[in-house]
């Protein structure tokens, strides 16, 4: 039962425009959420998080928008620079004060082109 | 960021022999570390937690026996894959929470390559 979804395995971008990556989730009891980018035989590398509390969250060319009625998020890349051309997973957690574990879901490749 | 590695950063071994994977915190101490594995064009898959001074907890579906952890302080946490197959051949990474816990922000290794042959 895959938990957390992101349906679209790859997408493809030109560069300086906008990247927007989707995430779904079913569990409704995750109240805090994760975008990780990941290059090839490396571990992933945090990018921006947002507690369930919010609907927004700006780190300089990233933005992740939530929408909780929907149990969807997204990822906003702007503008897209060739260097972002990864892979791009979305976490999901239950946040218990300690650290909490995370459910990944199968990630998208965006190719940033020039 | 916190640091996290991860040694080997690949092994290759034969059927039947265990393997040692070692995750370090460098700049800072955890006293939980996760170990994760990724199949090729897969979701990392989280195995097992590990706690310092105490036993690991593994996600369901995964062999304890199998797959021994030990956390033997609060900077080193090790897998080792017992009588390793060729279906263990995976990617191995480990992550250790931030300084902020309820962020739930974790830092990863670099992985361990596993090739079972």
């Known amino acids: 039962d895959q938990q957390v979804k992101q349906n679209s395995p790859s997408l493809s971008v030109q560069e300086g425009r906008i990247s927007i990556l989707n995430c779904d989730y079913t569990n409704s009891m995750f109240d805090y959420f994760l975008w990780y980018k990941k290059y090839p035989a490396e571990g992933p590398t945090f990018l921006i998080s947002i507690s369930s509390i919010k609907d927004k969250n700006e780190d300089g060319r990233f933005t992740v928008f939530l929408n909780k009625s929907a149990k969807h998020l997204s990822l906003h890349i702007v503008p897209s620079q060739p260097g972002d051309s990864a892979v791009y997973f979305c976490a999901a957690s239950i946040n218990t004060g300690t650290a909490s574990k995370l459910t990944f879901g199968t990630g998208t490749r965006l190719q940033v082109t020039l | 960021g916190a640091v996290v590695s991860q040694h080997p950063s690949w092994v290759i071994c034969k059927s039947g022999t265990s393997v040692k994977i070692e995750c370090r915190s460098l700049d800072f101490q955890a006293t939980t570390m996760f170990w994760y594995r990724q199949f090729p064009k897969q979701s990392l898959m989280l195995m097992a937690t590990?706690?310092?001074?105490?036993?690991?907890?593994?996600e369901q579906g995964v062999e304890k026996d199998k797959f021994l952890i030990n956390h033997a302080s609060l900077t080193l946490s090790t897998l080792t894959v017992t009588s390793a197959h060729p279906e263990d051949s995976s990617f191995y990474i480990c992550s250790a929470p931030g300084r902020f816990p309820e962020r739930d922000e974790q830092f990863f290794g670099p992985g361990t390559r596993l090739t079972v042959l």
């Open positions: 590990s706690n310092e001074g105490s036993k690991a907890t593994y």
